[in-house]
């Protein structure tokens, strides 16, 4: 399995932004991809997944309501849209798949750096 992670950048407070990760390798119908993140200093933090067949959602409760996590079957793309960005969203994000919902994150892409000025 391969991820590619793209869509990072550095804009405003309150700015929005789309990642995108593009899985190949295999197919992907039983598996979780979810998006990650680091800031400076501190530990990787879950920030959200979805299931490939159905598309059930998770988010971390620094993020609900503000992102939005979706994927294209057809482009083998997941997607984070972040709106309302806040500068402590600032971190690089990675995106990672997961065999299950009741597996770990194993696969995981390069990282994409996001940073939010106030």
């Known amino acids: 399995v391969q991820l590619q992670a793209s869509g990072g950048g550095l804009v405003q407070a309150g700015d929005s932004l789309r990642l995108s990760c593009a899985a190949s390798?295999?197919?992907?119908?039983?598996?979780?991809l979810g998006w990650f993140r680091q800031a400076p200093g501190k530990e990787r933090e879950f920030v959200a997944h979805?299931?490939?067949?159905?598309?059930?959602?998770n988010y971390a409760d620094a993020v609900k309501g503000r992102f939005t996590i979706s994927r294209d079957n057809a482009k083998n793309t997941v997607y984070l849209q972040m709106n309302s960005l806040k500068p402590e969203d600032t971190a690089v994000y990675y995106c990672?798949?997961?065999?299950?919902?009741?597996?770990?994150?194993?696969?995981w892409g390069q990282g994409t750096q996001v940073t939010v000025s106030s």
């Open positions: 979805i299931t490939w067949n159905l598309g059930s959602t």
């Open positions: 990672a798949a997961a065999r299950s919902l009741s597996s770990s994150f194993i696969f």
């Open positions: 390798g295999r197919t992907f119908s039983n598996f979780v």
